[in-house]
């Protein structure tokens, strides 16, 4: 627990300079929002307007005093409003999130299922038949781009088979198939090979080989020993994907219409919407950051020596 | 290792089972309630093209008000680009500086407020005062408004004066209604209920409206900006009819399950070039340019023969599009020019040089136009070959560029010059000194004499040839090229009705609008 908490408190500073960094970063942009907005809604309004407005916004202030001010509301759930469309950030934001969120689990969830069974049996039946049709298969689905892996299928499940829609804005099982089997193929086909190599190593260790010449059973030495060691370099593969499938996949997304953050991102980014994407940067920044706590802790729990370590340091 | 095999099969079952129960969009959009709804896929509704909503009084938001139904101008166009009453019933040209404008009776807005001249006085008035393009194109001195009559004085003669209103900016709002989140209150056969910024709007039948019955129930916009996933999405049935489908994609739906509804429009794609640059400044450099782009391979191989070469600033069909001389596609000609303007490959890398100088261009434009990409890379190509190097900067982020001086030689971009149904439109907001869209600075003291002639002409034939000069003047100067004319289609499936491309590319989603 007293692990926890310091962990918890060394995220802190972490997020403070990124928050400075990031308004710094709005700062050094050019222009304010004042202008800003103006060129992008193409208002007409007078100098003496603009003065007052920035004035009004508390732009003529110093930069740290507008640090702390807008770190204030930031606090407070207070992003300010986009300047494309005039609506609250925050809000936009938070109506994305279930959309990414959905789509993170249900494609971790697919690659875990394909990738983990597949990856072990190909590291158990090395340069044997079943191995190098694995290999072979995720090779091909590392070769193929997400766009094009999109476009296949949307072609054959969705105007072949009409068994699903292209347009996948609204956020609901039906409509997250393919966006998840895009992601799936591309993830599924990185980790087979990883949890292979990994399953590899393992098996070549000592303790593998004295446990076989003691006679327990392969399948024993495989769940209970290999699997289980090996699960640290996989998880941490897995949150570092979770991290970058928070931050929005931006081509899937466009593709298929899902209305997440990704799609937001590159839009805002675009547009030159500096609130929004303040917005998506404290986010990546929050889920990195909450991501590797995560990792670390679950470390301790699968791994004995790790926690060992610490209480005799 | 049980359990997370026990979790990863809970896992696909609840998948499996949602996936199963999950009912297709298709069915859901028409069986749920019987209602008949239409979707339509636009690659246009965004704030890249102006359009962040529906308000018609924030920059080009009034496209959309009036061609998703929600607006209606005072008076319209016919497929002649004739003026025809809409709102109003009929105009009275008193003086060069009075208008007399007669509403039409029984006109409400959606809400069910009456439309009368105080109701429309409080909407013009409001456009002109938050509206930079309209408040010159309108020059508005005083309205009056008495019943059903406006008395409009402007401050200059405006013989155009109702061609303007007829704008999509003119659509009539109820402004006393607000504009919260974008949406307005106007007297079209649908109201809009929801909308989020490039991405869709939603929009319900106007159960008051005034001009007789809406056969839809419902209608959704939904902006797609892939272009495949916006042919699919048609193929598939997820959306009944497509605006701005790519032209690499129209052999898939030209069979008897789908419909073609096309017409020839004044959207020009053409080239502005920037006087502030140093090399654009450069007579020779301009002509080059001209001469160097080939429009008829862009027409006939990239737009698959979806488009009109263009020439001056109006197509031939107008009065006003014929009898310009216009610079041909001529490489050889245009190597001469540079060659005598001193611009030689002194380095053999193929891109002149002069003074130490590269002969390299940064060509702004953007995506949301399919054509402007391929005429954007087409322009690069033949304009290598002549010794020009081009870089390309194709972005939805364009107007911030090209509101600066400097960064930016020649900005690629999509204008419907007619869109009033006359030719000073173009002119008014590309070629003259208070022009919003004289972004490269151009200025030339005989278009300035011939605009302040044309605004105090009247007459429809001395106005044709003014604008004919005009073009001229702009065409010799180099100051802009006119690439190709849009051939407008709206590609739909096969039981959609009523949906009819027009000339000036205002009006889609009408009453009449219907699926069977």
């Known amino acids: 627990m007293k692990y926890i908490i310091t962990r918890i408190i060394q995220v802190i500073p972490i997020l403070f300079a990124i928050t400075f960094l990031s308004f710094a970063m709005m700062r050094l942009a050019g222009s304010d929002v004042v202008e800003q907005k103006m060129l992008n809604t193409g208002q007409v309004i007078s100098e003496n307007q603009l003065i007052a407005a920035k004035q009004e916004l508390g732009l003529d202030r110093p930069f740290l005093v507008q640090y702390f001010s807008w770190l204030g509301k930031l606090l407070h759930g207070d992003m300010g409003t986009s300047y494309v469309s005039g609506m609250n950030v925050f809000d936009t934001f938070i109506s994305k999130l279930p959309a990414t969120i959905l789509l993170t689990i249900s494609s971790i969830v697919f690659t875990v299922i394909i990738s983990i069974p597949l990856g072990i049996s190909s590291a158990v039946y090395q340069n044997k038949f079943t191995d190098y049709v694995i290999r072979f298969f995720s090779f091909i689905g590392n070769s193929l781009p997400n766009f094009f892996v999109s476009l296949v299928l949307m072609y054959f499940l969705a105007i072949k088979l009409r068994w699903l829609p292209i347009i996948c804005r609204e956020v609901n099982l039906n409509n997250i198939i393919m966006p998840t089997i895009t992601l799936g193929i591309a993830m599924s086909a990185k980790y087979i090979r990883q949890v292979r190599a990994t399953v590899l190593d393992e098996l070549s260790k000592d303790y593998v080989i004295g446990a076989k010449a003691r006679g327990v059973k392969f399948s024993t030495i495989l769940w209970n020993s290999v699997i289980r060691q090996s699960l640290v370099t996989i998880i941490t593969l897995l949150a570092l994907s979770i991290g970058s499938l928070l931050g929005g996949t931006a081509i899937v997304e466009s593709i298929f219409m899902w209305d997440g953050v990704g799609k937001m991102a590159v839009d805002a980014i675009s547009m030159r919407d500096y609130p929004i994407i303040q917005a998506y940067v404290m986010w990546m920044a929050i889920i990195y950051v909450m991501v590797n706590l995560v990792t670390d802790l679950s470390y301790r729990f699968l791994d004995p020596r790790i926690r060992l370590g610490d209480a005799q340091s | ?450 605009a302040a002639e044309m605004n105090e002409t009247f007459d429809t034939d001395a106005r044709s040839d003014i604008a004919i000069k005009m073009q001229q003047q702009i065409l010799d100067d180099n100051a802009f090229v006119f690439c190709s004319f849009l051939k407008m289609s709206m590609i739909s499936k096969a039981n959609v009705t009523g949906l009819v491309a027009h000339p000036c590319d205002y009006y889609e989603i009408t009453a009449d609008l219907d699926i069977e």
């Open chain 2, 1 to 450: 290792m049980k359990k997370l095999v026990a979790l990863m099969l809970a896992a696909t079952m609840t998948i499996a089972t949602f996936v199963g129960c999950g009912a297709s969009n298709k069915e859901e959009k028409h069986a749920s309630t019987g209602s008949k709804v239409f979707v339509f896929g636009d690659t246009t509704f965004n704030a890249e093209n102006e359009e962040a909503t529906i308000d018609p009084h924030d920059t080009y938001c009034g496209w959309p008000a009036v061609r998703y139904g929600v607006g209606e101008t005072l008076f319209k166009f016919n497929d002649s680009m004739e003026l025809e009453p809409w709102l109003a019933e009929s105009y009275e040209n008193v003086d060069d500086l009075t208008w007399k404008v007669t509403l039409k009776d029984g006109v409400t807005f959606s809400n069910g407020n009456v439309v009368d001249a105080e109701a429309v006085k409080a909407c013009i008035e409001d456009l002109v005062a938050v509206h930079e393009r309209a408040a010159g194109d309108l020059a508005i001195d005083s309205i009056e408004a008495d019943g059903l009559t406006l008395t409009i004085k402007t401050t200059t003669p405006k013989p155009t004066l109702i061609n303007y209103l007829c704008d999509p900016y003119g659509a009539i709002i109820d402004v006393t209604a607000g504009n919260e989140g974008g949406i307005v209150v106007g007297t079209g056969p649908f109201v809009a209920t929801d909308l989020v910024t490039g991405d869709h709007i939603n929009l319900v039948k106007n159960d008051n409206y005034w001009d007789g019955d809406v056969k839809l129930d419902e209608v959704k916009v939904i902006t797609i900006s892939d272009g495949d996933t916006l042919a699919m999405a048609l193929q598939n049935g997820d959306i009944d009819a497509a605006y701005g489908m790519a032209y690499a994609s129209y052999p898939i739906f030209e069979n008897d399950d789908y419909t073609f509804t096309s017409t020839s429009t004044s959207r020009v794609f053409y080239l502005q070039m920037n006087y502030n640059s140093d090399i654009i400044a450069d007579d020779a450099v301009r002509a080059a340019i001209a001469m160097g782009i080939d429009k008829e391979s862009f027409v006939d191989t990239l737009l698959n023969g979806y488009g009109y070469v263009g020439a001056g600033a109006y197509p031939d069909s107008f009065p006003f599009g014929k009898g310009v001389n216009v610079q041909t596609y001529d490489p050889e000609g245009a190597k001469k020019v540079l060659e005598d303007a001193g611009w030689k490959d002194s380095d053999g890398d193929g891109i002149r040089e002069k003074d130490g100088k590269k002969l390299s261009i940064n060509w702004v434009s953007y995506p949301s136009r399919q054509e402007l990409p391929l005429l954007a890379e087409s322009a690069q190509a033949s304009l290598n070959d002549i010794g020009i190097d081009v870089q390309l900067n194709i972005t939805p982020d364009h107007g911030t560029i090209v509101s600066e001086k400097d960064g930016w030689d020649v900005y690629g971009a999509a204008f419907v010059t007619c869109g009033i149904g006359d030719p000073m439109y173009f002119f008014s907001t590309h070629c003259l000194a208070d022009s919003t869209k004289n972004r490269g600075s151009y200025s030339s003291t005989d278009l300035d004499a011939l």
